[in-house]
T-cell receptor, first 117, second 113 residues
Framework: NAGVTQTPKFQVLKTGQSMTLQCAQD?????MYWYRQDPGMGLRLIYY???????DKGEVPNGYNVSRLNKREFSLRLESAAPSQTSVYFC????????????????FGPGTRLTVT | GENVEQHPSTLSVQEGDSAVIKCTYS??????FPWYKQELGKRPQLIID?????GEKKDQRIAVTLNKTAKHFSLHITETQPEDSAVYFC????????????FGAGTRLFVKA
């Protein structure tokens, strides 16, 4: 049981390049999230997927797109990277709405450290 | 928009002393309040959480209190140990209209041996 996994661990991009960050969970969770973490600013929600087939914007969605490929996988795409997107990106999952109850506890992946030059 | 303020940003205590971190939130619809611990270079990990229908929760040396009227919640760590040194984040979550979790900016806790 690996929990939440992310690839890659590190990435350096040039301004204007594109890339996709991958996230997968093996806990049969309904909900998945993408956060970015910048020094001194805590975690900010980029996009989330409350359940398979749905995605919604979070606090800072501009410059990103997401795909909930199936129940296990949730990817984050940067179409044209900018230096302001230099950050550590965390994927998380939670059971969400299941069996008539809501479980809020989020489990985080190990993070992807992205640098845009 | 919704906001979570966390204080202090840095806290230094002597081993064995208590540490208290405080947060306030703006969205009165918030109904779940987790606390995360993040060690350097690691992922955030949940250490304790509380729902809006509970005023206090304790787990060994860690406790959280919630005052819904004041929109204020706090983390209390007693008998601190050097391994408690980390960054701690509070968060407030609402399910109204969709999932939103807003995090505080974090408190860096140093426990001196």
């Amino acid at each position: 049981n690996a929990g939440v996994t992310q690839t890659p661990k590190f990435q350096v991009l040039k301004t204007g390049q594109s890339m996709t960050l991958q996230c997968a969970q093996d806990m049969n969770h309904n909900s998945m999230y993408w956060y970015r973490q910048d020094p001194g600013m805590g975690l900010r929600l980029i996009y989330y997927s409350a359940s398979e087939g749905t995605t919604d914007k979070g606090e800072v969605p501009n410059g990103y797109n997401v795909s909930r490929l199936n129940k296990r996988e949730f990817s984050l795409r940067l179409e044209s990277a900018a230096p302001s997107q230099t950050s550590v990106y965390f994927c998380a999952s939670s059971a969400g709405l299941a069996g008539g109850a809501i479980s809020y506890e989020q489990y985080f992946g190990p993070g992807t450290r992205l640098t845009v030059t | 928009g919704e906001n979570v303020e966390q204080h202090p940003s840095t806290l230094s205590v002597q081993e064995g002393d208590s540490a208290v971190i405080k947060c306030t939130y703006s969205d009165s619809a918030s109904n779940y309040f987790p606390w995360y611990k993040q060690e350097l270079g690691k992922r955030p990990q949940l250490i304790i959480d509380i729902r809006s229908n509970v005023g206090e929760k304790k787990d060994q040396r860690i406790a959280v209190t919630l005052n819904k009227t004041a929109k204020h919640f706090s983390l209390h760590i007693t008998e601190t140990q050097p391994e408690d040194s980390a960054v701690y984040f509070c968060a407030a979550r609402t399910y109204t209209g969709g999932f939103k979790t807003i995090f505080g900016a974090g408190t860096r806790l140093f426990v001196k041996a």
